[in-house]
């Protein structure tokens, strides 16, 4: 059975740092997309950033130039650094994956993070 395991969430300060981890095993399938959304109580679930097998990434406005995401595609494995954390950036974050040729997005079970002083 697949599993998804998230990792990385936590308390920081404003200006702070963290570094949320996402991997996928026991997965036969190949992976396109990976990414994480962010969803704050009562609020949509709104996508923060993704990338592609390929490499290619999207950013939501409000994180560009402070959050970076990379890939570890032999590890099925997706990162999120997130620098210069504001306290509006406090949300639970769900990483989430799409297999090639697929539509069916899969969500992790989700990691707070609070930014906090």
């Known amino acids: 059975q697949v599993q998804l395991v998230e990792s990385g969430g936590g308390l920081v300060q404003p200006g702070g740092s963290l570094k949320l981890s996402c991997t996928v095993s026991r997965t036969t399938y190949s992976i396109n997309l990976m990414g994480w959304y962010r969803q704050t109580s009562g609020d949509e679930r709104d996508l923060v950033a993704s990338?592609?097998?390929?490499?290619?990434?999207n950013y939501a406005e409000s994180v560009k130039g402070r959050f970076t995401i990379s890939r570890d595609n032999a590890n099925n494995t997706v990162y999120l650094q997130m620098n210069y954390l504001k306290p509006e950036d406090t949300s639970i974050y769900y990483c989430?994956?799409?297999?090639?040729?697929?539509?069916?997005?899969?969500w992790g079970q989700g990691t707070q993070v609070t930014v906090s002083s």
């Open positions: 989430y994956y799409i297999y090639f040729g697929r539509s069916y997005i899969h």
């Open positions: 990338i592609s097998r390929g490499g290619s990434t």
